[in-house]
């Protein structure tokens, strides 16, 4: 069974860092682009970035609005996507998803992990 | 970026009756190459991660039921239930994936009625 459990949210302060992690199971994880999304409290889906498969070339794309203060990274010998966030603002409190996309289909995501809650606030 | 905008915000439908929704992209996601447009629905209840229903805009994902189907192309999409059933009160989204800027629609509350 394919399985994405992200990790590593929780309260922090303005202004600090954090790194989530995405822990994966039931497939070949190097073959796949992991992106991460972000849900704030009551609103809508917004992409963060992604970072593409080592079979391809493992390099990242980033929103455009969170460019500069996120860093996706991957370990292929432990099937886990990173997302670094640096910089931490209140607007950032949301619940993070990663995902994986259809196979050949780089843009449409079939599995999510439930998500991890991240609260920014002093 | 590319700017998708759902239609309307919240619906409420009947059981059994049809509900519609509309996704309209600020710019054609129709890759003429292939000739398909990269547009996706997801469907998201409370609590829970979203869930892809509908990909090249109106492929169904496995496991999805027919009663879902999706429609349109280049600017102009439409997500359909043929006939609403309890299970279907959600949040619908659409999302382009023709730039790697990927954009969601605002959202629509499907409601019963």
């Known amino acids: 069974e394919v399985q994405l459990v992200e990790s590593g949210g929780g309260l922090i302060q303005p202004g600090r860092s954090l790194r989530l992690s995405c822990t994966t199971s039931?497939?070949?994880?190097?073959?796949?682009?992991m992106s991460w999304f972000r849900q704030a409290p009551g609103k809508g889906l917004e992409w963060v970035g992604f970072?593409?498969?080592?079979?391809?070339?493992?390099?990242?794309e980033y929103a455009t609005s969170m460019k500069g203060r996120v860093t996706i990274s991957r370990d292929d010998s432990k099937s886990i996507a990173y997302l670094q966030m640096n910089s931490l603002k209140t607007e950032d409190t949301a619940v993070y998803f990663c995902?994986?996309?259809?196979?050949?289909?780089?843009?449409?995501?079939?599995?999510w992990g439930q998500g991890t809650m991240v609260t920014v606030a002093s | 970026d590319i700017v998708m905008t759902q239609s309307p915000d919240a619906l409420a439908v009947s059981l059994g009756e049809r509900a519609t929704i509309n996704c309209k992209s600020s710019?054609?996601?129709?890759?003429?190459?292939?000739?398909?447009?990269?547009l996706a629905w997801y469907q998201q209840k409370p609590g829970q991660p979203p869930k892809l229903l509908i990909y090249?805009?109106?492929t169904r994902a496995s496991g999805v039921p027919d009663r879902f189907s999706g429609s349109g192309s280049g600017t102009d999409f439409t997500l359909t239930i043929s006939s609403l059933q309890a299970e279907d009160v959600a949040v619908y989204y659409c999302?382009?994936?023709?730039?790697?800027?990927?954009?969601f629609g605002q959202g629509t509350r499907l409601e019963i009625k």
């Open positions: 995902t994986r996309p259809l196979r050949g289909i780089t843009g449409a995501f079939d599995i």
């Open positions: 039931g497939f070949t994880f190097g073959d796949y682009t």
């Open positions: 970072i593409r498969g080592t079979s391809y070339d493992g390099t990242t």
């Open positions: 710019q054609s996601v129709l890759y003429r190459s292939n000739n398909r447009d990269y």
């Open positions: 090249w805009a109106s």
């Open positions: 999302q382009q994936y023709y730039f790697t800027q990927y954009t």
